[in-house]
């Protein structure tokens, strides 16, 4: 959703102030006055959505002195200089120094909303050009740290794309080993919040009353061996993001104080009646089916919709086989340069072999398998063995099937017409089998 862009005013004249105000309200766009170049700094930022309107003469700074400044926050925010009569020599200076534009005294109410406006439809394409581009950085950021050319992982880093910057909490489904702290991690890395606290907390195997202290900290003598303040993860974690492993095990007592921390943003330690207001994204992680969970009384049911707002569901290595040859390849290089190794090379048949595996421990099973492959120890990590079931003829069928459409589809980016002709196989039979697979 594009930004409502505006136009900050400084002004210290009420009456030219008031004036230029009323003009640029009755043409519709949103205008903020003030009366020192001072409070306009308060108010701007890289990136401001809007243009600056700015007299020459102020007190304090005056408009040069802000225009220079402005210049050296953001090169491309627009300023519009507004001069007294006879000030051409300063217009001038001001015009070489960056200006956008300038008005001189006495000028019409109309002439001014004609530059302001062009002004603001340059401003809205710098600002989109720009967030194009962080989005493509965000974008080869994610293909980086969540390899996969598979449709489902594609659909993950789309989801993240589109959710990373928005101030919703998040709820994220998975096996064990599939990547959900990274996801988590690659949440907070582009939500704009990378230079505050990320804190990351397995509610798995703690009992309840070390939880309670870890969530929420504690005060002076809340308890035997409670000799001194402690900041909670949650306080500690505020103006960032909170990461919830293994949410599905926490406890009933302590998914009821959770509950309130969404809803109310506030916690209190234990051993104290003062609320402190917390401000963090929670990313919540989960093995379980929560939905499922809460239908059985084994987890809270209002919790559950709490964090369900935003759901991403990650595939399990089985389910995405095409994307075993790249992510072992890349687990392969990154140990053979932490042991400091040569990389083994990989045969076709070796990757293969690979892609045949259920992989039950996931991309952790995948990247320990890499790890032994670049020290030369331990059975081969392709040949099925102990923790793997073989397949039957038509699982591995079906298998070679789906890698080798989806690779295909990947080769065509998305177009089933091109895909199908490459395959040599009709349309509609590869619409069903793109079904089937669910690789649509």
Request: glycine content about 8%; some cysteine; charged content about 25%.
């Amino acid at each position: 959703m594009k930004p409502t862009l505006s136009v900050l005013l400084i002004e210290d004249d009420p009456n030219v102030r008031l004036g230029c105000e009323q003009a640029m309200q009755l043409a519709g766009i949103p205008v903020e006055a003030v009366s020192t170049a001072e409070e306009a700094q308060r108010l701007l930022k890289a990136d401001y959505p809007g243009v600056v309107v700015t007299d020459m003469r102020l007190p304090g700074l005056n408009g040069m002195g802000l225009l220079r400044w402005v210049n050296q926050l953001d090169p491309n925010l627009p300023v519009i200089i507004i001069t007294g009569h006879g000030d051409v020599t300063l217009a001038v200076e001001a015009m070489r120094c960056g200006a956008y534009d300038f008005m001189q005294k006495p000028f019409s109410t109309g002439d001014l909303v004609d530059v302001v406006r062009r002004a603001l439809d340059k401003r809205e394409l710098v600002l989109e050009v720009e967030a194009l581009r962080r989005r493509l950085d965000h974008r080869d950021d994610l293909e980086a740290r969540l390899i996969g050319r598979s449709p489902q992982m594609a659909r993950v880093r789309q989801l993240i794309l589109d959710v990373a910057s928005a101030a919703v909490d998040v709820l994220i489904f998975g096996e064990t080993g599939t990547g959900k702290e990274m996801v988590a991690r690659c949440l907070h890395d582009l939500s704009g919040a990378r230079q505050e606290n990320y804190v990351a907390l397995n509610c798995g195997g703690m009992a309840d009353n070390l939880l309670d202290s870890e969530l929420f900290g504690h005060e002076p003598g809340a308890f035997t061996g409670a000799q001194k303040r402690r900041i909670g993860k949650i306080e500690y974690a505020s103006g960032g993001t909170l990461f919830l492993d293994e949410v599905e095990s926490m406890p009933m007592n302590m998914q009821i104080k959770l509950l309130r921390v969404l809803q109310e943003r506030v916690i209190e330690r234990l051993g104290s009646n003062q609320l402190v207001p917390v401000s963090c994204r929670v990313v919540a992680a989960s093995k379980e089916d929560l939905k499922l969970l809460s239908d059985q009384g084994k987890f809270r049911a209002d919790l559950y919709y709490r964090l369900n707002v935003v759901r991403i569901e990650l595939p399990p290595l089985r389910e995405r086989r095409e994307d075993i040859p790249a992510l072992y390849d890349e687990f392969l290089l990154q140990a053979a340069k932490r042991y400091n190794r040569p990389p083994p090379a990989l045969t076709s048949d070796y990757l293969r072999r690979l892609m045949a595996q259920d992989w039950p421990g996931n991309i952790r099973e995948l990247r320990n398998a890499a790890d032994c492959h670049a020290l030369g120890i331990g059975r081969d990590a392709a040949t099925p063995g102990v923790g793997n079931t073989p397949q039957s003829l038509t699982e591995a069928v079906d298998n070679y099937e789906r890698v080798l459409i989806a690779n295909e589809l990947a080769k065509h980016d998305g177009n089933i017409a091109r895909t199908s002709e490459a395959l040599k196989v009709a349309r509609t039979t590869l619409h069903d089998k793109l079904k089937k697979y669910g690789l649509i």
